[in-house]
């Protein structure tokens, strides 16, 4: 019986040991290799296509034996592409787009990016002066569009012919008039060129350009004859900026070298539609304006600041701030000395304008208040008149009301202000000239043109002081705005500028305006300043964008 049991628990073992052999030599099988990465590139990586043309693009496809994508934009406006890969410009379009190519094995996909320029035509010259029946030659070039053949035509019907090579014909009659340069391919794009004609033997050369394109800056004739250029606008610098930008940078012209030198460099913190005047001293006055910055932009507010320039030793120095915060107000210098400082906007470009003045007394350094307008206002004008009153006109007290048609005389004996004869229409950003015989010439500026909206007059009116009341006197040949309106040793004004490259000169004997020559550009926002030789320098311009070159009027 042992021997029997023996026997079985011997055969139980083996089985177990067999049993146990044969687990431990049976591997599991082994995982599944990983799907091969799908990779989507298109070529070229980049592309720029002009509006008149089609770019095709290749796509390789890596990890998957399908080679097939499916082409898309991811703009619903940037165009189209076909199933081969042809991309198509949106028609009227430009921009920055994204063609995709995605594999139809996966969802994975490749991009490149398209660039759309918008197509320009740009004239050159810009602008030019020629006499009747003189001629002028036109060139044109197109960018944005492989065909860059255009034709020329003048705007005015009677204003003279232009060839199928440029070759323009003015007409007898003198006028201000339009060569028109537009693409053959698409014809609403187009570019235009001003063309004054005229007998007038006056007119605009070029001069050496400032170190620093601006405009809405100011410019200060100097007693040793040499002009102080401050501040002002520019933001064609700076890609951050959506609007102005201030300056702080000065620099100073000379008439002898026909050069800009700057003396004060730019940090980045400037102002503009600030105030400058020379006082008795010798010395500049630099008050007020939009402040901003461009290492933190974020819009311009008014300044209470004030500074002084000496001329006599080229220095910056401190002075007392201002009661408020001004911009685009005026500053007149006063018979005593002082400076009187009226309106201007409180907050920023758009106003609100204030009714306060106030007084800079240079033997203290300091600032008070006077008494105030009847009105507040700002973008006015403000002139000294030969019996010591100071005439400010017109302005608005917010860039959404109607600009003001009143006017109010400053008496510095009372430091009071009284309401003279209204202007014939309401203006802002006009400007107001003392002529030789007393009375100011008020000329151009912006008018109500309904429904809440502004728009630039070619109307001028006279005040004369000795009956207290504004007339119409003859209109300018073009409509202006932010332009410059300067005494000439002669006694005429010359206005120039104001959103155009054109000029003219008013003749008060007579009460009309007569077109003389043309600036090399179109200016606003620039400043012109009468020489001690007699020409004037006309510097800068641009709201926005400043500009550096200037030129001179003789």
């Not at 034996?65 to 703009?75: F, G, I, K, L």
């Not at 006077?370 to 002139?383: E, I, K, L, S, V």
């Not at 104001?498 to 077109?515: K, L």
């Amino acid at each position: 019986m042992k021997s029997s049991i023996s026997a079985a628990l011997l055969v139980f073992a083996l089985g177990l040991l067999n049993a146990c052999g044969s687990r431990s030599t049976t591997l599991p099988p082994p995982a599944p290799p990983p799907p091969p990465l799908v990779i989507v590139s298109v070529s070229p990586s980049t592309a720029t296509v002009f509006r008149d043309a089609t770019q095709t693009f290749t796509a390789t496809v890596t990890g998957t034996t399908n080679s097939a994508v499916t082409w898309s934009v991811t703009e619903s406006s940037g165009g189209t592409i076909d199933s081969g890969g042809v991309y198509t410009p949106p028609p009227n379009g430009s921009g920055t787009f994204h063609v995709v190519a995605t594999s139809e094995a996966s969802s994975t996909s490749g991009e490149v990016l398209v660039t759309v320029p918008t197509p320009q035509v740009t004239l050159d010259p810009a602008a030019a002066t020629v006499h009747p029946a003189g001629t002028k030659t036109f060139s044109a070039t197109v960018s944005g569009l492989t065909i860059t053949n255009v034709s020329y035509t003048v705007q005015e019907t009677a204003g003279g012919t232009i060839s199928s090579a440029g070759l323009y014909t003015a007409p007898s009659a003198g006028g201000f008039y339009h060569v028109v340069a537009a693409s053959s391919e698409e014809t609403t794009v187009t570019a235009s060129a001003t063309v004054t004609v005229t007998t007038s033997s006056s007119g605009f050369t070029p001069t050496g350009s400032l170190q620093e394109a601006r405009g809405l800056h100011t410019a200060t004739l100097l007693p040793n004859g040499k002009v102080l250029v401050a501040y002002g606008s520019n933001s064609s610098s700076y890609t951050e900026a959506t609007g102005y930008v201030g300056l702080s940078s000065v620099e100073v012209y000379d008439p002898g070298t026909g050069k800009f030198t700057e003396i004060e460099g730019d940090d980045g913190v400037g102002i503009f539609g600030h105030t400058a005047t020379l006082l008795p001293n010798g010395t500049v006055l630099l008050a007020g304006g939009f402040l901003n910055s461009v290492w933190d932009y974020g819009g311009s507010f008014s300044d209470n600041g004030a500074g002084l320039y000496d001329s006599n030793t080229g220095q910056f120095s401190n002075t007392g701030s201002m009661t408020a915060n001004r911009g685009d107000d005026t500053a007149t210098l006063l018979a005593s000395g002082k400076v009187l400082i009226a309106g201007g906007s409180s907050m920023d470009q758009t106003g609100p304008g204030l009714a306060s003045a106030e007084l800079y007394d240079p033997a203290s350094g300091a600032f008070s208040p006077t008494g105030n307008m009847t009105d507040a206002r700002f973008m006015h004008t403000a002139a000294l008149l030969n019996n010591g009153k100071v005439l400010i006109a017109g302005g608005a007290v917010s860039n959404t009301a109607a600009p003001l048609a009143t006017a109010e005389l400053y008496d510095p004996s009372t430091g009071a202000f009284t309401n003279t004869g209204p202007m014939t229409i309401g203006r802002e950003q006009h400007t107001a000239t003392l002529l030789a015989d007393g009375r100011v010439l008020i000329a151009g500026g912006e008018i109500a043109a309904g429904s809440g909206n502004l728009q630039a007059t070619a109307s001028a009116e006279i005040y004369d002081p000795t009956t207290g009341t504004f007339s119409a006197t003859g209109s300018m040949a073009t409509a202006r705005s932010v332009h410059t309106a300067t005494l000439l040793p002669a006694g005429t004004v010359l206005v120039a500028g104001g959103g155009n490259s054109t000029a003219e000169v008013f003749d008060p004997t007579t009460g009309t305006f007569s077109i003389t020559g043309g600036m090399e550009v179109g200016r606003s926002g620039h400043t012109a300043t009468l020489l001690s030789n007699g020409s004037v320098l006309v510097a800068g311009g641009g709201l926005y964008l400043g500009l550096a070159s200037a030129e001179l009027y003789q």
